[in-house]
């Protein structure tokens, strides 16, 4: 993530402008007739012959290992992978300089095997892929052959089941978003009417991948799927959804 200097009252003053300025670009295109855009930009890429040909092409930015504890990381760190570009439009996004105005670099499929090499030889103890999503059928090139170290594949959950599974056995930890079970704030907040059916189809193929999850000695996740929620203001009922799904879901699995 982007460290952004000032005290907290000017990182909510700029937190509160991008919100604004989001919800009105969100509101001029507002319709029902909104495309399943994990699918077009799969279509896309798989009809190009190379990816310079590809309509968002592959952009990255490269982050040194991230420290600090999580459930994927301990000591020694993360290697996180930030793609540029988004198949959402979520007027929330932390992280709108890389998804949404394509800050990166170029490169090349092993010229982005290379990247994880080196995150690794910095001791990484995984490779994170952060927004992968539009570039799924390059990354699944570059992670063959199978890595040295687990590779976290983490989304918004805006995923096609279909493609995900170009991915079996090559990722060892998914790390999906559940943003919604209620389509009206999918449109609302992400473009992506049909995301609540669109994400419980792709959670339910991670699943079938990856198994019950398993953890290293230091207590991180070495496989398994992880499910993340934001909770909105003012909008408890949909978190309620996403919990209860969650519980009959995960009832007979380890997630």
């Known amino acids: 993530l ?20 989001n919800i009105r670009s969100r509101n001029k295109g507002k319709g029902k007739d909104v495309a399943c855009a994990q ?15 590809c309509q968002f092409s592959l952009w990255l930015l490269e982050r040194r290992c991230i420290f600090g504890r999580s459930p994927v990381s301990a000591a020694k760190g993360s290697g996180t992978v930030f793609f540029s570009g988004c198949n959402l439009r979520c007027v929330f996004c932390q992280n709108r300089v890389i998804s949404q105005e394509h ?22 103890e995984n ?6 999503t539009h570039f799924l059928d390059e990354i699944a090139r ?7 170290v687990p590779v976290v594949y983490n989304c918004g959950g ?32 992400s473009n992506a009417w049909d995301y609540p059916q669109i994400a419980v189809k792709a959670i339910e193929e991670m699943y079938r991948q ?6 290293t000695q230091e207590g991180c996740l070495s496989k ?8 909105l203001p003012n909008h408890l009922e949909n978190t309620k959804m996403v919990v209860d799904w969650c519980d009959v879901f995960a009832r007979d699995k380890d997630v």
């Open 127 to 132: 490779i994170n892929l952060v927004t992968p």
């Open 158 to 189: 805006y995923e096609s089941a279909d493609a995900l599974k170009r991915l079996e056995g090559l990722v060892d930890v998914y790390l999906p978003d559940l943003k919604y079970l209620d389509a009206a704030l999918a449109l609302r907040y």
């Open 39 to 53: 699918e077009l930009v799969w279509r896309i890429g798989k009809r190009a012959k190379d990816i310079a040909a």
């Open 103 to 124: 800050f990166g670099k170029q490169l090349s499929i092993s010229q982005l095997r290379a990247v994880y090499q080196r995150l690794i030889d910095q001791g990484a």
């Open 142 to 148: 570059s992670l063959s052959p199978k890595l040295s």
């Open 224 to 231: 398994g799927l992880l499910i993340r929620h934001l909770v």
């Open 210 to 215: 990856v198994g019950d999850y398993e953890m």
């Open 2 to 21: 982007f460290a952004h200097g000032g005290g907290k009252a000017a990182q909510q003053k700029r937190g509160r402008a991008v919100w604004k300025r």
